[in-house]
């Protein structure tokens, strides 16, 4: 009888130790490991990075410059068991169990609502200036000028290796409620 009663504290425990730290990663402060080449030089594939979850939770847009993670599935509605999905399989592609879901990609912000983006000559413009980009790997290719206005409550994210990248150039603009997070720390 004891025996059973301490296997029912441990069970018991152990659930809710793991719904905390579900409910922690989804909300709070998640671990990502990278998947890829598109963040180079900066991030490359298998760094592990920290990601804080609370502009997401309380909805706020990311500035310029931040490293975040977006759900790349831009068509569809994101809802609270997204939230509380992502957290599981990321632990599980952590722990190397499952592989990483391939829609979470980590990209930087290039543009928030109300800019316009243009793509011309492997350049990028906000609002008619040349970025400053000593962050990206080397020269974009040229491609297909484009030219993009962000639509409000939406921001614009590219990789910082421009040409090994699917980031707005390929999905459009990303709804800042499909930013996840913002990286704060890389191992």
């Known amino acids: 009888m004891k ?4 296997i029912a504290d ?4 152990l659930a809710v130790a793991l719904a905390l730290a579900i409910v922690i990663n989804a909300f709070v402060f998640q671990p990502t490991r990278v998947v890829g080449s598109s963040m180079e030089p ?5 760094d592990y990075v920290f990601v804080s979850k609370l502009s997401h ?3 706020n847009a990311p500035d310029y410059g931040d490293i975040v993670i977006i759900d790349s599935r831009v068509f569809r509605d994101r809802s609270v068991k997204d939230d509380l999905a992502d957290p599981v399989s990321t632990y599980l592609s952590v722990a190397k169990l499952a592989e990483v879901d391939n829609h979470i990609w980590i990209k930087r912000v290039i543009g928030k609502p109300g800019d316009t ?3 011309k000559d492997g350049k990028v413009y ?4 040349q970025l400053d980009e000593p962050y990206i790997k080397e020269v974009m290719r040229a491609a297909t000028p484009k030219k993009v206005i962000v639509p409000p409550s939406q921001v614009y994210v590219l990789g910082d ?3 090994n990248s699917s980031d707005s150039r390929y999905i459009g603009p990303v709804p800042v409620s499909h930013v ?4 704060v720390m890389t191992l």
């Open 42 to 46: 900066n991030l490359h594939n298998n």
């Open 3 to 6: 025996l059973i009663k301490e």
């Open 126 to 129: 906000r609002n008619s200036t």
């Open 161 to 163: 290796n421009r040409n």
């Open 180 to 183: 996840l997070g913002k990286v």
């Open 10 to 13: 441990w069970t018991y425990s």
């Open 57 to 59: 939770t309380f909805a």
């Open 117 to 119: 983006i243009e793509i």
